[in-house]
């Protein structure tokens, strides 16, 4: 049971390159979130969904598009990366909507030049 | 949006003293975690507890939803302990999810 999985770990991209961050649980979960945090804050949320084949926005959704095809997987896609979205990217799942925990990934670094 | 305020922002201990972090947010709400982000970045699922209290281990916390805050206790601190502990308030969204709202963190030295 690997919990919440991410990759890449690192990626660095030039202004205007695109790339998607992928997100996968085994935990069966029917939510899942994409989050960033920025240095000294906490994390604010990006998009998230509730369930297989579908998304809805967070607090920070321009410039990042999302998808969820599958239950256990959720990608987070940067169309043309700006220097403002250098972060680190977290995604978490959560069984339910109330009553339960939202569990996070390892995260991932990413440096937009 | 809802507030979430934790203090204080900085603290060092030496190892084996006892610590209180508090959280205060500024409106109802329908769960509230803690966590301990360590020195990888790696954040950890400490306490699940939008009320009453609950232990594990040398760490307890204790929530007041009526009051609108929540505290956490570290007992006799070891260096392990460093990092920063994120308090994080859950409101429902519109569309259906569980959205977490962040406070900045108490960043936590332990010295030997």
């Known amino acids: 049971n690997a919990g919440v999985t991410q990759t890449p770990k690192f990626r660095v991209l030039k202004t205007g390159q695109s790339m998607t961050l992928l997100c996968a649980q085994d935990?069966?979960?029917?939510?899942m979130y994409w989050y960033r945090q920025d240095p000294g804050m906490g994390l604010r949320l990006i998009h998230y969904?509730?369930?297989?084949?579908?998304?809805a926005k967070g607090e920070v959704p321009d410039g990042y598009n999302v998808s969820r095809l599958k239950k256990q997987n959720f990608l987070l896609g940067l169309e043309s990366a700006a220097p403002s979205q250098t972060s680190v990217y977290f995604c978490?799942?959560?069984?339910?909507?109330?009553?339960?925990?939202?569990?996070f990934g390892p995260g991932t670094r990413l440096t937009v030049t | 949006g809802i507030q979430v305020e934790q203090s204080p922002p900085d603290l060092i201990l030496q190892e084996g003293a006892n610590s209180t972090l508090r959280c205060n947010f500024s409106d109802s709400v329908n769960n509230l975690q803690w966590f301990h982000q360590n020195p990888w970045g790696q954040l950890i699922n400490l306490f699940y507890?939008?009320?009453g209290t609950k232990q594990n281990g040398r760490l307890s916390a204790t929530t007041v939803a009526t009051e609108r805050y929540s505290l956490l206790y570290i007992s006799s601190s070891q260096t392990t302990d460093s990092g920063v502990y994120f308090c994080?308030?859950?409101?429902?969204?519109?569309?259906?999810?569980?959205?977490?709202?962040f406070g900045t963190g108490t960043q936590l030295k332990v010295e030997l």
């Open positions: 969904s509730v369930g297989e084949g579908t998304t």
């Open positions: 935990m069966n979960h029917e939510y």
């Open positions: 994080a308030v859950g409101t429902i969204l519109t569309g259906g999810g569980n959205k977490l709202t």
């Open positions: 978490a799942s959560s069984r339910d909507l109330l009553g339960y925990e939202q569990y």
């Open positions: 507890i939008p009320s």
